[in-house]
């Protein structure tokens, strides 16, 4: 990709004096990272020349900022998102120096379930303030009630419909759908089509014994976008909503990225419910068509596979 006049860009945008390349890489598998020195520290910086970057951007943007804001997880601070004049967008958050090994699994679980209860904790507060004496008028109550997010997200390159519900079944099965319709619209894949006319009809039986309440997710959380720095977890690359806690834990199992202390920790302060295993193959199937949508049809046969599965079950 491009990175000729990005240090007068940076200058321009943020305000600096000094911008010095350090070094690229760490862009994930769509964009590309590079590196500065600045006279406002060690900055990150993450660019994509296509046409969708800047909606790609913005959500990530927005995503690590109601990341950071709960708390619970170690995440790079962003810091700007703008255009570039030569065409797609530009990400500037701050610089971590992170390693890949998992010394931190334990930690990182217990970060994950406590990111994923953040949100009921905020409920239990918005009930103490309701029925306290002290509550300050036109306080904002910031638990949310329903599963979405306030602003498109991308999943890879493909923007999400985070469009508010207050179901879960539907506003998943609407995730799916949309990646079905994908699907169909470059394969034309009868097979794919006939077994999901049949399983969409299936999925409410998947959640009838659970209560499903919103959690604030990661959305993309495996191997490749977990790291550690100075003695902690830390994640990236995130495309947030709020959506069931159980979605969080399929693509780290379906790619890496967990292991058993991950999930001893992670399930000691979020237990496993009835049918979690079943629910974890539907939430993989999402997975699994997402990667067929992005990189071709060599996960064709695991999803066909996932959705035979389902309705055999």
Excluded at 62 to 70: G, P, R, V
Excluded at 184 to 208: G, T
Excluded at 275 to 301: D, I, P
């Amino acid at each position: 990709m491009y990175l000729s006049d990005m240090e007068d860009l940076l200058k321009s945008e943020l305000n600096l004096s000094d911008v010095k390349l350090y070094g690229e890489g760490g862009g994930g598998q769509i964009c590309q990272g590079v590196g500065y020195m600045t006279d406002m520290g060690h900055l990150f910086v993450k660019l994509n020349a296509g046409k969708g970057a800047r909606l790609m951007f913005d959500g990530e943007y927005e995503s690590l900022c109601a990341l950071q804001n709960t708390n619970t997880v170690r995440v790079p601070k962003p810091i700007k998102v703008f255009d570039n004049p030569k065409g797609g967008a530009v990400l500037v958050m701050e610089f971590l120096d992170m390693t890949g090994s998992n010394r931190y699994s334990t930690q990182l679980g217990e970060n994950i379930a406590r990111l994923h209860l953040h949100n009921e904790e905020q409920e239990k507060k918005s009930k103490l303030k309701e029925t306290s004496v002290h509550k300050a008028e036109g306080e904002v109550n910031s638990y949310v009630d329903k599963f979405g997010f306030h602003c498109t997200t991308c999943c890879g390159f493909i923007p999400q419909d985070n469009s508010w519900h207050p179901d879960w079944v539907t506003f998943f099965s609407r995730k799916l759908q949309q990646q079905l319709d994908l699907v169909q619209k470059d394969y034309h894949d009868s097979e794919a089509r006939d077994l999901w006319s049949q399983l969409q009809r299936k999925i409410p039986a998947y959640f009838k014994d659970i209560e499903v309440r919103p959690s604030l997710l990661h959305g993309d959380l495996h191997a490749r976008n977990i790291a550690e720095i100075n003695a902690e977890p830390v994640i990236f690359d995130p495309y947030s909503f709020y959506g069931h806690h159980e979605f969080e834990l399929a693509i780290g199992s379906l790619f890496g990225g967990f292991d058993s202390d991950f999930f001893t920790a992670y399930h000691s302060l979020i237990p496993m419910s009835l049918g979690f295993s079943e629910r974890q193959e539907l939430y993989k199937l999402f997975n699994c068509l997402n990667h067929w949508n992005h990189f071709g049809g060599g996960y064709r046969g695991q999803s066909v596979s996932i959705m035979r599965n389902l309705l055999h079950k």
